[in-house]
């Protein structure tokens, strides 16, 4: 075990890991610290690559002790090329990191392993939260494995699997009308009433210590090294800011040099708070009114870590882009059937995003881009129009084209 402390990115408050926490007194997300200098003398690179089959595999760079750790086989997820695509953007090496299989099917789950362990081990019986939909499964999920109680609301338009997952699980699950944002003010308010444990994004410090573990990960299965640019599709941006910090302390304990990719955040133009404040040169994003896409994990009007998304961003010389939501859904199929991989929106727009950075003369061809496929497209099968001929027994089935 090697966290030490948890620390205020803002004002540099500290706070003693032991106890449940939520944000800094100045109303920052914390951050946890570890004890690298010793983690370093202990461990190896070499050692992590044997080890459990998922993402405790780096347990030392995460707070919770192996008894702690709630797991259902999360991270360690694939990398593979999409050759197809690349190639039709004269993109050498256009990889994708697949998220798509984690347990509840997105990348979520890290984050509720990591967060579901640390609550049950601080004590909290009842967790809290508002989400666009897969947060809501992986937590449910988790804290079902670990016995807590949880209480999710969700907007009403939210993924009707999503739904289902809480309600299988034993959540006890509202909808909303409204956003996430007006979901949070509901959950924020019943955790101040009944001492409910509000496990919303950024308002506990480990969901992004379990997210961060895709950046640990990457750079072990690139034979510790990084990409030259990661592109992201960012709501709350947690996952961005996770393998950032991944990077910063494997750099902190000598496991890689000072080399950095390029730190991209997408956004669909409906919802584009960070864009927006990328193109101003601000350090934070203002609240977006009426935000709209149909890429529900990146519909978030103003994310709590704006200014460590922002952050990374400008110290890689990254960059904040927007898509349209017909370039989402056409790169969602597109992708499907030159490459054979089932993306989910958000990493549509990922993909998308990179296609328009090459249109305007952003990306160089021999630049190795890694996107994250934050979940897998198979919980967003109403995406797809499927208007398919029925043909009857005594009818001939045709060759293709015909
Ligand atoms: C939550 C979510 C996102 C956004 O993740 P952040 O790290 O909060 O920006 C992207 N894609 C999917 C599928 C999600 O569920
Ligand atoms: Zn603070």
Redesign the pocket.
Known sequence: MYLTHLECPRCNATYEPDRLHNLCACKSPLLARYDLDTLADDVQRSDMERGRDDMWRFAAFLPAAESDIISLGEGMTPLYELDGLGGALGIESLMIKDEGYNPTG???ARGASCGISMASRLGAECVAMPT????GGAWSAYAARAGLDCVIAMPEDAPEITMKECVLYGAHTYLVRGLISDAGKLINNACEKYGWFDVS?LKEPYRIEG?KTMGLELAMQLGWRVPDVIV?????????IGIWKALDELQQVGWIGEERPRMVAVQAEGCAPLVEAFERGDTESNFWDNAETL?G??R?PK?LGDFLVLEAVYASDGCAVSVTEDAIVDTMRRVARVDGAFL?P??AAAVAGVARMREDGDLESDEEVMIIN??SGLKYSDLVESDLPCIDKDEAILPPGE
């Open positions: 997105t990348f979520k666009a939909g897969n947060a994004t997210k992201y599709p960012a709501g709350g941006g947690v996952g961005l890429a994990g990146i978030v994310a989910c958000e990493a934050t979940g």
